[in-house]
């Protein structure tokens, strides 16, 4: 049996906690005020208690509590610096690890899933866990033909868990809001419900990793383990060695960021049009920084992106949809009246409602300012800036936002979207992200110029 607490009554008592742990900090603070310390630095020791609790509670029951913290924390560059620096440590920390299950757990999993006999798969197997998340955890291993593995184990009731942390978690959002300011909880809660039969199920979760292993094979840029076998609860993969993006957002140097956040980028945008799908978990726990041949003295613009996880995607056999690149290209152009109607007409303003196409072009530009340079700098404080733009209740733009919608074929991309760009602002990267868009968004370029261009790259092509 699973350490994994799975009963929902133990559960939900321990998630439930965590709002009557708030309150209780915020009369402790109260009381220390009175007692003659300052506001700031009591603000500050309250923020790093209630940081310590929520992540050590989310941390400690994996599943949907796990997964819901790991959300959070590639949203932590949106934070105001002064709530940012009590709760990063405690955000970042839940990107690549959680506390590990029983090695007799482990064990159990793998005999059942791969038979009595299932160390003769293995020339070696560790049984200390090279990284634990919301759940499953990887070992590193030697499969019986010599090749390096990571060996993906999914925590009994796993699925249980995750239903009943989201529902739990579902219940006191409006207490979490807080932590993201402008940031709706509740959908996001509500969409990892959604998701979660897909990334219990290691089947669909190899087809999709094995597909972009096949595409990216012979890349330049990018690394995508193969598979090596799949069976319920058990998912083995070649292993990659290579730098976590969370230490290079931590301990990286200038090019190495850059280089990490141009290669993101590229995989973000590259992925759905040369194979359909949209890698959908964009956390720094999920991406290598690999030195060519292993050697870091190479430089790091002949670096390459490792890319991990493919247990969440969104399945878009035409690549990403044509509207977000032409709606991006008019809105560069200045042209309101078509960015409107198109908009109108995919869902993102409903029939009932009617707005100032001036407006809403006002409303996106500061928001695709990476866009409309050859190269942006993402930062925190850029990233902040948006936050509060569109967060503050006085702001014409929190005002309009709220009139716009989400259509529902668009709510995985667009958090994608914002979680690339917040992993962007924690490198504090500097990116030619119109490149990228140029090379693989549809509708960014217009039709005429891109048959123009792939004439011309055809009569190359014949002259050579």
Avoid at 188 to 205: F, K
Avoid at 440 to 455: I, T, Y
Wanted: charged content about 25%; overall charge negative.
């Amino acid at each position: 049996m699973s350490d994994l607490p799975r009963k929902a009554v133990t559960r939900t008592a321990r998630l439930a906690a965590l709002p009557l742990g708030f309150a209780g900090r915020a009369t402790w603070g109260l009381g220390k005020r009175i007692g003659g310390k300052s506001a700031e630095l009591v603000a500050r020791e309250l923020q790093q208690r209630t940081a310590e609790q929520l992540f050590k509670v989310l941390g400690e029951l994996k599943g949907g509590a796990m997964k819901f913290g790991q959300a959070l924390s590639v949203f932590e560059s949106a934070l105001p610096e002064e709530v940012a620096g009590p709760y990063r440590a405690a955000l970042t920390k839940l990107q690549d690890a959680a506390p590990p299950m029983p090695t007799r757990t482990v064990h159990a999993v793998l005999e059942e899933r791969l038979g009595e006999e299932w160390r003769e798969l293995f020339l070696e197997f560790e049984d200390k866990p090279a990284a634990a998340a919301s759940i499953g955890q990887v070992h590193r291993a030697v499969w019986h033909d010599g090749r390096e593995v990571a060996v993906k184990v999914q925590y009994p009731g796993a699925g249980e868990a995750l239903l009943s942390d989201l529902t739990q978690l579902s219940r006191f959002a409006r207490l979490l809001g807080p932590l993201i300011p402008g940031m709706d909880i509740k959908p996001l809660i509500t969409e990892m419900r959604d998701r979660v039969s897909e990334e219990l199920d290691y089947a669909l979760e190899a087809h999709a990793q094995q597909s972009h292993a096949e595409v990216f094979a012979d890349d330049p840029d990018v690394v995508v383990p193969c598979v090596v076998h799949q069976s319920e609860q058990v998912l083995v993969t070649e292993w990659i060695d290579g730098i976590p993006l969370s230490e290079v957002i931590a301990d990286g140097t200038e090019e190495q960021r850059d280089r990490a956040g141009q290669l993101l980028a590229r995989f973000l945008f590259s992925g759905p049009a040369r194979t359909g799908l949209l890698h959908a978990d964009p956390h720094p726990g999920n991406f290598r920084l690999l030195p060519v041949g292993g050697d870091e003295e190479n430089g790091p613009e002949s670096w390459r992106l490792g890319v991990l996880d493919f247990g969440t995607v969104d399945r878009l056999p035409g690549g990403l949809p044509e509207t977000i690149g032409t709606c991006l290209r008019l809105t560069l152009e200045g042209d309101a009246e078509a960015v409107y109607e198109l908009l109108r007409e995919e869902g993102f303003v409903k029939e009932s409602i009617d707005l100032d196409p001036d407006a809403v072009l006002e409303y996106l530009l500061p928001i695709i300012e990476p866009a409309e340079v050859a190269a942006f700098g993402f930062t925190r404080g850029w990233m902040r800036t948006q936050a509060a733009r569109i967060a503050d209740p006085r702001s014409p733009a929190h005002q309009l936002g709220r009139q716009l919608n989400l259509p529902p074929s668009y709510l995985l991309i667009h958090r994608v979207t914002l979680s690339t760009i917040g992993v962007l602002c924690q490198l504090n990267a500097t990116v030619r992200l119109r490149d990228e868009l140029e090379e693989w968004l549809p509708g960014f370029v217009e039709a005429e110029l891109e048959a123009e261009a792939e004439a011309a790259v055809e009569a190359a092509v014949e002259a050579e």
